[in-house]
């Protein structure tokens, strides 16, 4: 049986233009700060600041809007450990047999390696899990799939809310993907549905952190304009 839609009326705010661009320009502005981290203080954040992220990624279009997503937030220290251990053996594996010199090149500038301290530095590790199908009911009540529509895309662009909503609110964050990342289903016991996406370490910086001194492609190199 298909659902008739409900509507309601939009709830938009109509800016002034002078208003527009000093928000747009504002965004940028910060938005262009955001750098991948990897030195992270073990100074706490408040849960409130990681609970609002989540709200605004949980505020991203998807397929269908089946918000085809979880977002597990790791706090404990032990678990922080397991999984560091877990990423760090993958990683050796990748960075010392499975990535191609190719990889590994394209890799240099950012001055990467196996180790992955920042896993348990962080005072909080967001895994994001990818729901590649959802769980209904059947009119028996039997369990039973539903098909998810766009959700690598919609994953995406939820992970892109979250990493902006944690820089505006002053936090450091790092977009990490040890590959395979099936052992972040099992340490955290996900269901079979649940797919790793990306694990984000989300704190301050270490008081002497440095980051790649790499640069952004211009408006001209990634805009075109008919
Ligand atoms: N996953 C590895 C390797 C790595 C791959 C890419 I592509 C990067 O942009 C950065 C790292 C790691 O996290 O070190």
């Known amino acids: 049986m298909t659902k008739a839609p409900l509507f309601q009326p939009l709830d938009f705010d109509r ?8 928000r747009s ?10 750098r991948s981290v ?3 203080s073990s100074q706490p954040v408040p849960f409130e600041l990681i609970a609002n992220a989540i ?8 397929g269908a809007n089946q918000q085809p997503w979880t977002f597990v937030v790791i706090g404990d220290p032990d678990l922080k450990r397991q999984i560091r251990r877990a990423a760090e053996a993958e990683e050796k594996e990748s960075y010392e047999r499975r990535m191609s010199q190719e990889w590994l090149e394209a890799l240099a500038p950012l001055g990467t390696d196996w180790r992955k301290p920042h896993i348990e530095d962080a005072p909080y590790v ?3 899990f990818r729901q590649a199908y959802g769980i209904g009911q059947d009119e028996a009540g039997k369990k039973k799939r539903v098909m998810h529509y766009y959700s690598e895309e919609s994953v995406g662009i939820a992970v892109g809310f979250l990493l902006a909503a944690l820089h505006i609110a002053g936090l450091a964050t790092l977009t990490h993907t040890p590959s395979p990342m099936k052992f972040l289903a099992r340490i ?8 790793p996406y990306v694990l984000i370490p989300v704190g301050y ?5 440095r980051v790649p001194a790499i640069s952004k492609k211009s408006l001209d190199e990634i805009m075109l304009t008919r």
């Open 15 to 22: 800016l002034s233009p002078t208003e527009q661009i000093r």
């Open 188 to 195: 955290l016991d996900r269901p079979a549905n649940e797919r």
């Open 205 to 209: 910086p270490a008081a002497e952190a």
């Open 55 to 62: 709200r605004a990624a949980g505020s991203a279009p998807s």
């Open 38 to 40: 990897r030195h992270f």
């Open 126 to 128: 967001i895994v994001v």
């Open 25 to 34: 320009d504002e965004f940028l502005g910060r938005m262009l700060k955001r």
